[in-house]
């Protein structure tokens, strides 16, 4: 019962969203899973960040030489960024790992996400909660969940897509 967040916190939405999750969703979800923990890791966490790892169950590592084994020992990727613009690659990242991903509409905003097929969408911190609380009881789904993400990730944002894409629009602009 682990949640993950990745993030860089020298970007404000990234504090304010583990300031939000810690205050208002990790509550809720310990109402139904005691145990559940949470693992911020992230370059640069600034003295706000660090004081959510007093909150029993939550650790903040700071930066890692490599994030894929916090995500990996971890079931559920969280993402409840409210605010901010700018590629998404904290989903793009749990996708590429397979990670059941449970995220706000700002979080996942301008990726072909789909609700209920490779990401799960809350805007609420109750809807939120329960999101996660369903997913931590349900691994088929967070498999699913997580192979869907993957499916997503390869076939639309994937280097060689990236560049399928780049070329057609230079040889639509040179023609």
């Given at each position: 019962s682990r949640m993950v967040f990745v993030g860089a916190f020298q970007h404000w939405p990234n504090v304010e969203a583990m300031v939000y999750f810690c205050r208002e969703v990790l509550p809720r979800v310990r109402e139904n899973i005691p145990s559940t923990e949470l693992l911020i890791v992230g370059s640069n966490p600034s003295p706000l960040v660090l004081s959510l790892s007093a909150i029993p169950g939550v650790q903040v590592t700071g930066l890692v030489p490599d994030i894929r084994a916090f995500m990996a020992s971890s079931s559920v990727y969280v993402v409840p960024v409210r605010f901010g613009v700018g590629l998404r690659g904290k989903v793009l990242e749990a996708w590429a790992m397979r990670m059941a991903v449970v995220s706000t509409s700002a979080g996942c905003a301008?990726?072909?996400?789909?609700?209920?097929?490779?990401?799960?969408?809350?805007?609420?911190?109750?809807?939120?909660?329960?999101?996660?609380?369903?997913?931590?009881?349900?691994?088929?789904r967070r498999r699913i969940l997580g192979i869907e993400g993957r499916r997503t990730a390869?076939?639309?944002?994937?280097?060689?897509?990236?560049?399928?894409?780049?070329?057609?629009?230079?040889?639509?602009y040179l023609a």
């Open positions: 301008g990726l072909r996400c789909e609700h209920g097929k490779n990401i799960l969408i809350a805007d609420s911190a109750e809807q939120f909660a329960s999101q996660i609380v369903s997913l931590m009881g349900d691994p088929q390869e076939q639309h944002y994937s280097w060689e897509q990236g560049a399928q894409q780049l070329d057609a629009l230079y040889r639509r």
